[in-house]
C-alpha cells in the first residue's frame, strides 16, 4: 500500500494507536520497520545487558526507543546510550538526550543503516555511532568529526572497528570483548 501524504510529523507519530505496527518517520513519511532477525536480537540484547553494566551512571542504555531527528523524522536505533534523568515514560528521545546510537545491519536494512542512518543521526548531532555488521560479528565505532558533509551537517569519522575488542575512551572508559555481544 502506497502512503498518500508526506508531511506527518512527530505529533502524527505519537498519535499511533497502541497496536499499530513499529515504524519509523522519515521525512514526513512514515515507514513500517521489518521485524529482527534472532540474531539481531540477540546481538542488540548482549549489547543492551554490556552497557546497561559498563556505563557510568550518568548514561542510561535502552533498546528500540525512537530518537526525534527534525520535526518529521524520528529513528529507533536498535540500542542506543542516554543522558540518566530522562522521563521512563517516554517513548521518543530528543536527539540531544542521546549519546550513541547502534544499528545492528540486516539484509533487509543494509543500505539504510550503513548510509542513511549514520547521516541522520550526525545531522541531529548525536556525538557517536556503532554500525554492527553480522555473522561474523563486527563493530565499527565512529564519533562526530570537523569534516562537513554537501548539506553543511558534520559527519562521523571511524574511530575504532574491530571483531576481537572494542577500546574507546568514548564516550566512556570502554573494553568491549566482541565474543560478550555474540550470540
Known amino acids: 500500500m502506497r502512503q498518500q501524504r508526506a508531511d506527518y510529523t512527530l505529533e502524527d507519530l505519537l498519535a499511533l494507536p497502541d497496536d499499530a505496527p513499529r515504524v519509523e518517520l522519515v ?4 515507514q513500517v ?13 548482549l549489547l543492551w545487558l554490556w552497557l546497561h553494566n559498563h ?16 520535526h518529521n523524522t524520528s529513528r529507533q536505533p536498535d540500542v542506543l546510550l542516554h543522558r ?3 522521563a521512563s515514560a517516554h517513548s521518543i528521545l530528543r536527539s540531544e ?9 540486516s539484509p533487509g536494512t543494509r543500505r539504510i543503516d550503513r548510509f542513511a542512518k549514520p547521516g541522520e543521526y550526525a545531522a541531529a548531532g548525536i556525538p557517536f555511532y556503532w554500525r554492527i555488521e553480522q555473522d561474523p560479528v563486527h563493530v565499527y565505532a565512529y564519533r562526530i568529526g570537523d569534516r562537513v558533509g554537501p548539506g553543511g551537517e558534520r559527519q562521523y569519522e571511524l574511530v575504532a572497528d574491530g571483531a576481537d575488542v572494542i577500546e574507546l575512551a568514548e564516550p566512556f572508559d570502554i573494553k568491549l570483548p566482541i565474543a560478550e555481544i555474540t550470540p
Open 84 to 86: 540518566a534523568g530522562v
Open 55 to 70: 556505563a557510568p551512571q550518568h548514561l542510561g542504555a535502552a533498546q528500540a526507543i525512537g530518537v526525534k531527528l527534525s
Open 97 to 105: 538526550d542521546v549519546v550513541f546510537a547502534v544499528e545492528i545491519v
Open 33 to 45: 520497520t521489518p521485524s529482527p532477525t534472532l540474531g539481531h536480537q540477540n546481538i542488540s540484547s
Open 27 to 30: 521525512d514526513g513519511i512514515f
